[in-house]
């Protein structure tokens, strides 16, 4: 199943390649892609038979800024599109971004949708070769959501999006 998962996310990104650094909106439907680090993408799903989501990214464009982790709420979209999830994929920094440890790798996330929704991510560190599998947790519909990583990653897939029920 590791090596569906790599196989899959390997030729995402030889396909997206061209298409994500132009800088275009990609038509490629798809249960998980790979983004570099300084991304920002608005994401459509697609219902899959098996009872998740596949998804199509509708918007691109690389993000270079580095923001203050706990002031991101101008990051995103004053009206976002509805039925979509927004993900910026950079780096924060805590105080005032002075010192190397004040940075870290940023996942921001909104879902736009009306129900809550669950993924899977794997990163792929800067000195490792393989991807690996990191925890997210659920994004609560109309919510901003953020995840954090102490070290530098250099891409973030996002893999098997479905519905979340809380029991």
């Not at 390997?10 to 798809?30: E, G, M, V």
């Not at 805590?94 to 190397?100: A, C, F, H, R, T």
Request: proline share 4%; glycine share 4%; with cysteine.
């Amino acid at each position: 199943m590791k090596f569906f998962y790599y196989s899959l996310i390997f030729f995402s990104c030889l396909l997206l390649t061209n298409k994500l650094y132009s800088q275009t909106p990609n038509d490629t439907i798809a249960n998980g892609m790979a983004f570099k680090l300084g991304s920002k993408l608005t994401l459509k799903l697609v219902k899959n038979s098996q009872n998740s989501f596949d998804y199509k990214v509708i918007k691109y464009s690389e993000f270079t800024e580095q923001f203050k982790i706990f002031e991101t709420e101008k990051l995103f979209e004053k009206n976002p599109e509805k039925e979509t999830v927004e993900v910026i994929f950079g780096i924060g920094y805590y105080k005032e971004g002075k010192d190397d440890k004040d940075f870290q790798t940023v996942m921001l996330s909104r879902n736009n949708y009306s129900f809550p929704l669950q993924f899977d991510a794997e990163i792929k560190i800067w000195n490792k070769e393989e991807f690996e599998k990191t925890s997210v947790t659920p994004l609560n519909p109309g919510s901003r959501h953020t995840e954090l990583w102490p070290y530098k990653i250099d891409f973030l897939a996002l893999i098997n999006f479905r519905q979340h029920s809380f029991k």
